[in-house]
């Protein structure tokens, strides 16, 4: 298992670029979506995403390893000799795949403000995965920080349900089976791609190549699902402006960030990362789009910063993945004992 350790400094910068980058990926988004006259296919974005991010991962891994021959060894071991590696890494981004799909599902079958709770339980959901899947334990701090965030989240993007007079045909059990898929989906996946990344000692750039070569794969099966009649009719890029270009790139390099935040530190903190960065994405949108800030808002917002000191508390490291103890080591600890 690989032990690498970087240093605490490493690891909050990091973080907090990760947070920068999501928060502004967040506000560049939304103007994409609301102002562009030409709106273009978000799934096309994502796939485009994903080949940068396999561009970024294969220029980070001829970094790595300082030379062509040695990056082509790599690349024909890993990558064209390794299919159960390849098939390993496919889990994640089918996984997530499912989790984008549920998620639409539950929109459509729920308020939006009773799909902003519910959807929260990612949260705990991650954490709960973490404990089972990578044998770690949390304190009864860290817990109740967990369920503090998720409550701060909540609150954060709490808005009341406005009432219309289209009435709308919703099914909510539908809903509710969906938002809990996309739930379970979305732990699952962080937790699993975490345990290969630190459960071997192969490069994370190899890793990610891995992962992102079945995330083009899938993420051009839902182009084609999706917006198949209309990219064929109006193009690839149909509607794609500089600011969707520096969308694309924040989510690219976001995603590079997110890896080595899971790789050094843990899918928790990447979460606490995240809840930081939607409220800083909501304290721009208030400058850039006349947001009104509410009671709701503040009282998540400081929910959120109190729950990321207290997760911060204990002085334990729950970056690395627990190692089964063998039974010759079980049998000294009975004999000391």
């Known amino acids: 298992m690989a032990s690498e350790s970087v240093s605490v400094i490493f690891k909050i910068y990091c973080l907090a670029v990760m947070t920068l980058i999501a928060a502004a990926y967040t506000v560049a988004l939304r103007y994409t979506r609301t102002v562009s006259s030409d709106l273009y296919f978000s799934t096309t974005a994502v796939c485009l995403t994903e080949l940068i991010k396999l561009l970024l991962s294969l220029g ?15 690349v024909v071991s890993h990558i064209f000799k390794s299919p159960k590696e390849l098939l390993k890494l496919s889990v994640p981004s089918v996984v997530y795949a499912i989790q984008n799909n549920m998620a639409f599902v539950a929109l459509s079958n729920l308020d939006a403000a009773v799909y902003q709770v519910t959807y929260q339980l990612k949260i705990p959901c991650t954490a709960l995965c973490t404990v089972l899947m990578l044998g770690r334990s949390l304190s009864r701090l860290q817990w109740f920080s967990v369920f503090m965030l998720c409550g701060g989240v909540t609150l954060v993007q709490w808005t009341p349900p406005q009432s219309t007079k289209v009435q709308v045909e919703q099914n909510p059990f539908l809903g509710f089976m969906a938002i809990a898929v996309a739930v379970l989906c979305s732990g ?39 917006d198949g009649a209309q990219v064929l009719e109006k193009g690839f890029f149909y509607g794609y402006t500089p600011w969707v270009c520096l969308v694309i790139f924040l989510a690219s390099v976001g995603g590079m960030y997110t890896s080595v935040v899971v790789k050094y530190t843990d899918n928790i903190m990447k979460g606490f990362s995240a809840a930081a960065a939607i409220v800083l994405s909501t304290v721009a949108s208030v400058v850039l789009f006349g947001l009104q800030i509410t009671a709701t808002f503040l009282g998540g917002a400081l929910l959120v910063c109190v729950s990321i000191y207290l997760y911060g508390l204990p002085k334990q490291d729950t970056s690395r993945v627990q190692k089964p103890s063998t039974d010759g080591e079980d049998t000294q600890k009975l004999i000391a004992v």
């Open 60 to 74: 980070m891994l001829v970094r790595e390893t300082g030379d062509l021959g040695r990056f082509r060894s790599a």
């Open 188 to 226: 699952f996946a962080g937790v699993y791609f975490e345990k290969v990344l630190k459960s071997s000692d192969t490069s994370l750039w190899v890793r990610n190549i891995q992962m992102y070569l079945s995330g083009i794969v899938v993420t051009l099966i839902g182009v084609f699902m999706t």
